[in-house]
């Protein structure tokens, strides 16, 4: 990944190294990353499983992981002060030791446990576990952080620019909130526009619909045409339009026929999507069709450095992810 901001990313790890819970030990993407970050000395990874699998995997796929910490659920010296910890953070939920014991088995629950309890600075997984998975023991024993209501997430894609340098551009919510409610949306709105700016975009926000400036009608253009305006009013400083269709946020000819006038139409770089639906199908068009790279979901207002992958990730993105999620913390 090579955009403003991966390089102080990574001058700010070695100035303070960190540590990574990689939840996936022994998949052959997360050997690769790991052995580039242990290679790297400014991340250190600590892979979860079976120490022999992760021996015999890494083996197989060729990546030396000599000096990684490998710690396997099963076996683990503070598992005890584990239980007792989440049993206690979960005890209004009818969370018992022998639940937990269960649980905490989950390389998910477990990792996040590590965080929680200060043994690692970060985690990323979701290589094979599905965003559900990896992403709840985060909503449960990690929590929103002061100021957010929810946790949401934002994807960074990256292509190289036709003028030279990358095109870089965010898009949101395309992995956590399934239905966002317009207040919702206004706060996907806010923690996105935060994330832009770290990646080096100047955000240009538009609120995707399939309606442009009242042109449908329905329920969700009324959600799209709300949280627009409470976005503004709630970010006055911002450039923020909507609602828009996909062509009049980024084709400046559309946007003059469609959008007259908008300060953001033709020219967006940071896309809130009406639901999850369009957002998951839209960030792997671009993808996918588009020739970007995905580096995401990047959780958003959530109280500790704990991001997903797509299970379609391969190693260079895990490396890249590893790297935005310890230099988030
Ligand atoms: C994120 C998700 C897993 C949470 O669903 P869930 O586990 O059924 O959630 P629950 O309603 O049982 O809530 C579990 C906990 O998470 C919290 N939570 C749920 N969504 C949250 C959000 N957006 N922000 C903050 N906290 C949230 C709840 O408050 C609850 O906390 P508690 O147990 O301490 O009371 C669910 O919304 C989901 O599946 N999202 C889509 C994931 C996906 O498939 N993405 C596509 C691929 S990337
Ligand atoms: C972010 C995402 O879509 O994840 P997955 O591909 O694993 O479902």
Redesign the pocket.
């Known amino acids: 990944m090579s955009v403003y901001g991966f390089g102080q990313m990574i001058e700010k790890l070695k100035a303070s190294p960190k540590t990574i819970v990689l939840t996936e030990g022994s998949d052959p993407r997360i050997l690769e990353a790991a052995s580039r970050l242990l290679a790297s000395n400014f991340l250190k990874p600590i892979l979860l499983g079976n120490p022999e699998e992760i021996a015999k995997a890494s083996e197989k796929a060729g990546f030396n992981i000599h000096g990684a910490q490998i710690i396997d659920p099963e076996n683990y010296e503070d598992f005890d002060e584990m239980v007792a910890q989440f049993v206690e953070l ?1 005890k ?2 009818g969370m018992t030791p022998e639940k937990a014991r269960g649980i905490l088995k989950s390389a998910n629950y477990f990792g996040t446990m590590l965080v929680k309890m200060g043994k690692a600075d970060c985690l990323l997984g ?1 290589a094979t576990y ?4 990896t ?2 023991p985060a ?3 990690i ?2 952080k002061p100021g ?6 934002c994807f960074i894609l990256v292509r190289p620019a036709v003028s030279g340098g990358n095109e870089v551009i965010a898009m949101s919510d ?5 239905d966002p409610s317009e207040d ?1 949306l206004v706060e996907i709105c806010g923690q996105t526009i935060e994330c832009a700016k770290v990646f080096g975009i100047d955000p240009k926000v538009a609120f995707l619909s399939y309606s442009t400036k009242g042109s449908g009608k329905g329920d969700s253009v009324t959600k799209m045409q709300n949280a627009t305006k409470k976005a503004k009013e709630k970010y006055p400083n911002e450039q923020i339009d909507g609602e828009l269709q996909f062509d009049a946020a980024v084709a400046p000819r559309v946007a003059k026929q469609k959008a007259p006038g908008s300060d953001v139409a033709g020219n967006a770089n940071t896309f809130i999507f009406p639901d ?1 639906n369009a957002g ?1 199908i839209g960030y792997k068009i671009a993808q996918r069709l588009g020739n970007f790279e995905a580096y995401g ?1 990047i959780l958003l ?2 109280n500790a450095p704990i991001n ?1 992958l ?1 299970r379609g990730c391969n190693a260079l993105e895990v490396y890249s992810m590893a790297i935005i999620t310890a230099a988030l913390a």
């Open positions: 979960r209004n939920k979701g599905s965003t559900a998975d992403v709840r909503l449960q024993i929590k929103t957010s209501s929810i946790v949401s997430s395309c992995a956590i909130n399934i919702d999850i998951n979901p207002g959530l997903d797509s």
